[in-house]
């Protein structure tokens, strides 16, 4: 018996720990995070359901229409020289109607919701494109953050053996207090600048969580992080082998934003053709059938069922050229349209080309900063010899450590600016 309570409680703390662990989530996971639970994206969603369903509603102008009416009450009547009947009323109308051609008014019309369907899906894939690179942004500046962690790391312990050589050299009467002084400010600024780093990289958790639209598990997780060595940082990074031009014409071909823009230019010309459809009648197929409760009173005079079935044809010949002006207006969306096309063409093509600098750009600063970190390792190195022969004092061994620690954040910076900058070629492209 005490056995089996043993294994339960065993059991429910493995159960607890296993749940109270952290979960560690992979850019992947975030983006899927985001897609599911952020707002715009929701709403990106809703505006093509809402679309969909304006098209849906478009479609019944082909579809016959029916109507039924029922009326129950009295009814009255006066003849000539007769005296005033009365009469219970209690009558029924079926009503049909089938549109049967008009001169493109109704194709134009759902051509239009179509087109206009189409344009904001292709707003949800741009939603859906501007998400993912917000996510890609934000994860990255989250590595970056926590490379600069490690760095600051570095530079504690830098002063920690910094702190232990001065007191190392007063206590053998080769360097003063000042020395020791010197290196205890040091090693504080050091841990200061290690707890605001730290500090950073909440921050940038609360705007990764912002751009989600959730907090993952409760707070319940952390970032995934993938080793990276400082050597070589430069042959690590991904390569990009097309020109420009190809990639202009990728994004022509792929970007969602532009893909929108032209269905709704293709929406505004269906648009014209349905209102140009009000210079011409229209042909429709109408049907009633109305049957009635007839008073014993009117019997020979009021019928008890009637109906009819015609071939309807209605043009309006004038309608004080409102036609005219809603037409005037219908080309002029179309030409407002074209233009927008136009623009966001001429914006995609600059995004692409900024995003490609950008691109190249970090590549260099990647091989600068490589250069610049081996040159200040070197220089610490021989800053820390030149102290230890009393050739050099501490305010120039102070600098050789404050470059190398900067040159390390830069090249931290500049390695995850670099997948940023990658990013942002992916979305300029519509990749």
Known sequence: MMMHKSLTILLLLGTTLLLAAPRTLTLDALIKIALEQSPDVKI????????????????SLYLPQLDLQADAGKQW?????????????LIGTLSASQL?????????????????????????????????????QAYYEILKAKGIVNVQRKNVTLQKQQLKRAQKYLKAGIKTII??????????????????????????????????????????????????GLSNLSRKLPKIKSSVYRLEQFAYTHRALLESSRHFVKGARSLVKSIEGDYYPTLSLNGEYTSQKVDQ????????????????????LFSGYRTDAQVEEAKVGVLRAAS?????????????LEAHIGLRQSRDNVRLNERITDAARKKLQQAQKRYENDLG??????????DYINALSNLI????????????????IGK
Not at 44 to 59: E, H, I, P, V
Not at 79 to 89: F, I, N, R, T, Y
Not at 340 to 347: D, E, G, H, N, Y
Request: no cysteine; proline share 2%.
């Open 413 to 428: 910076n500049s390695y995850y600016d670099y997948f940023i900058a990658l990013a942002r070629l992916d979305h300029a």
């Open 100 to 136: 049967l051609y008009d001169f493109g008014k109704s194709d134009g019309t759902v051509r239009a919701q179509e087109e206009e369907a189409l344009a904001y899906e292709a707003q949800m894939y741009q939603t859906t494109s501007d998400k993912i690179l917000a996510v890609k």
């Open 77 to 89: 009547s006066k003849l000539k020289s007769q005296p005033v009947g009365e009469a219970d009323l």
């Open 179 to 228: 020395d020791v002084s010197d290196a205890k400010v040091r090693l504080e600024q050091a841990r200061r600048d290690l707890n605001n780093a730290k500090y950073q990289v909440e921050y940038r958790r609360a705007q990764l969580e912002q751009i989600i639209g959730t907090v993952p598990y409760n707070g319940t997780y952390s970032i995934y992080t993938p080793k990276v």
């Open 44 to 59: 990106g969603k809703l505006d093509f359901t809402g679309a969909k369903a304006r098209t849906k509603a478009a479609y």
């Open 297 to 316: 009173s009117v019997v020979g005079v009021v019928p008890q069922t009637q109906g009819h079935l015609s071939l309807s044809l209605g043009w309006n």
């Open 393 to 402: 004092d501490f305010i120039e061994l102070q600098n050789a450590q404050q």
């Open 340 to 352: 927008q096309t136009q623009s966001i063409k001429l914006a995609v093509k600059q995004q692409v």
